[in-house]
């Protein structure tokens, strides 16, 4: 499973390109071939071993000692839409192999590795404070899959587990796609520095309520702020306050948190993490339950019991953590 995620780190770099038919095969390189030619030819078999387009750049360095007997290193980096990522190969002193190897730290969880990574400091939370399992979903207001996960975790998940695991969430707003998202974030935040429950509150209509800012063409900014303005009121914040937060339009913390989102992994959203386990995208809510329940068992927490959804259950909504 490990090599296999580490196979796809690599394959995220040329995401959303097609695939190619492999390259005309070359002759072998004999071991008396040039420096630059075995060079080459490590460029050549990496290119269409990963289906990369002719316009990634792919550079090699020149070879040098190893830990492995028989095999000189080489690295390897590949440059896509100007995302970088360096990768050592190992190549036969005969020139005859290139092998990738992907080394593991045992004595490391990977997973709380990840965890680390990501500040949850004063962040708004759902459900047990105490919980042995995190939930952490990158966030973005004006995604549509991220509606369509929100309603999945609340209520319908949050009914189930809210008293053994913790949700947070974090703000990646795609601001290439989606113009009025970093704002609706910003908006949020300063209902958060008053009222956790007024964050999740705005955060509940946002995403039930995606048609309303649709409605508002051309004027989705104002229509943000009359509505966080309005949760301001109803939770009796200092609105002088919160007018002041939100006309100041301080994105500071939501590019750090983009930031943080990149350095463990997240390229798109939803993109959520169980105990640093990662879940991508707007999955059903069976495979949230099965990756919470296994998250649950790893900690010695028993899962809930699930018991079929009837038509008459009602959708409460879910109360914030203080």
């Not at 306050?241 to 939100?246: D, G, P, Q, R, Y």
Request: glycine share 4%.
């Amino acid at each position: 499973m490990m090599v296999r995620r580490a196979f796809l780190v690599l394959l995220v770099i040329c995401l959303g390109c097609s695939a190619q038919s492999p390259p005309s095969a070359q002759a072998p390189v004999s071991s008396q071939a040039s420096a630059g030619n075995i060079l080459q030819l490590v460029e050549h078999q990496v290119r269409s071993e990963y289906l990369l387009p002719p316009h990634a750049t792919v550079s090699v360095s020149g070879l040098h000692a190893s830990e492995f007997p028989n095999y000189d290193a080489v690295t390897v980096t590949f440059d896509y839409h100007g995302r970088k990522r360096i990768e050592d190969f190992l190549l036969s002193r005969d020139h005859k192999t290139l092998l990738k190897v992907a080394r593991m730290d045992l004595t490391k969880d990977p997973y709380l590795e990840i965890m680390k990574k990501i500040d949850v400091t004063g962040r708004p939370t759902r459900g047990n404070k105490d919980a042995k399992v995190v939930v952490v979903n990158y966030d973005d207001f004006e995604c549509p899959f991220c509606s369509r996960m929100h309603t999945t975790l609340f209520p319908e998940i949050f009914r189930e587990y809210s008293d053994r695991v913790l949700f947070i969430y974090k703000d990646y707003p795609l601001e290439e796609i989606h113009p009025w998202a970093i704002h609706a974030a910003v908006d949020a935040n300063c209902l958060a520095a008053q009222s956790p429950t007024a964050f999740w509150d705005y955060a509940d209509y946002l995403h039930t309520n995606q048609q309303a800012l649709a409605a508002a063409r051309g004027h989705e900014t104002a229509e943000l702020d009359r509505l966080a303005f309005a949760q301001g009121q109803r939770h009796s914040l200092d609105t002088a306050k919160l007018e002041a937060c939100m006309k100041a339009q301080d994105d500071k913390a939501i590019r750090a948190s983009m930031k943080e989102g990149e350095s463990v992994g997240v390229d798109a959203t939803p993109t959520m993490f169980i105990n640093g386990e990662k879940l991508d995208g707007a999955v059903p809510a069976d495979e949230v339950r099965a990756a919470l329940d296994h998250a649950l068992r790893d900690a010695r927490v028993p899962p809930p019991e699930h018991k079929p959804a009837t038509a008459d259950m009602k959708a409460s909504t879910p109360a914030p953590s203080k």
